[in-house]
């Protein structure tokens, strides 16, 4: 069975400032893919970055980069330069296999407030 | 890039009624639909898994007979919840798949009075 635990249930951040979601993960498969979604209030959810497990570099997308440590089974997401905008859930999911339809595990989520 | 619309958004239903939930995707083929609950300040959780022309999958603990997926196209879905209670208030989310990535939907957030 997979699992993504996520153990911030709350981060308050100053604008500007760099900021590091923590997320661990726990699989048998020996391929898997990872994913950070951002919900704001309004409920909808944001795909920000993917990370396949086969992949040798740290995937990153804007502000947004994926600190992947296979080894440690961690998949940490910061955001650089955050901004008020940023403020919202993040969800860190796991997928069993690198592709096909596979249903999504996710993280118990992590509250991320900016600060001005 | 990919679409899916969702509706209706918000939703308020007498008890004992039933509720239906549309998902589209717009712009590709969902050959495989996820139905997802959410309670307030908690994480997504997943009820069931719907391949295109095939029977549900629904996961542990998640009432087949209550919760009613069908998927009938591939660019359709639809969750309708059968005699509804106000336990089964709550934010119902799906999202759809072409077998690579995963698109969500807007989320339709049901009260039941």
Redesign the interface.
Same mark, same amino acid.
């Given at each position: 069975a997979q699992k993504i635990t996520q153990t911030q249930p709350g981060m308050f951040v100053q604008e500007k400032e760099a900021v590091t979601l923590d997320c661990t993960y726990d699989t048998s498969d020996q391929s898997y893919g990872l994913f950070w979604y951002k919900q704001p209030s309004s409920g909808e959810m944001i795909f920000l970055i993917y990370q396949g497990s086969y992949d040798e570099q740290n995937a990153t997308e804007g502000r947004y980069s994926l600190n992947f440590q296979k080894a440690r089974k961690s998949a940490n997401l910061v955001i650089s330069a955050s901004q008020l905008g940023d403020s919202a859930m993040y969800f860190c999911a796991m997928r069993g296999g690198i592709q096909g339809a596979q249903k999504l595990v996710f993280g118990q989520g992590t509250r991320l407030t900016i600060n001005p | 890039g990919a679409v899916v619309s969702q509706h209706p958004s918000r939703v308020i239903c007498k008890s004992g009624t039933s509720v239906k939930i549309e998902c589209r995707s717009l712009d590709f083929q969902a /050959? /495989?639909m $996820?139905w997802y609950r959410?309670f307030p300040k908690?994480?997504?959780m997943?009820m069931a /898994?719907s391949?295109e022309g095939s029977k549900a999958t629904y996961e542990q603990g998640v009432e087949k007979d209550k919760f009613l997926i069908n998927h009938a196209s591939l660019t359709l879905s639809t969750l309708t919840v059968t005699s509804a209670h106000p336990e089964d208030s709550s $934010?119902y989310?799906c999202?759809a798949?072409?077998?690579?990535?995963? /698109? $969500?939907g807007?989320?339709t957030?049901l009260t039941v009075v």
């Open positions: - | /050959t /495989t $996820f959410q908690q994480s997504l997943l /898994t391949n $934010f989310i999202s798949s072409d077998g690579y990535g995963y /698109t $969500f807007s989320g957030r």
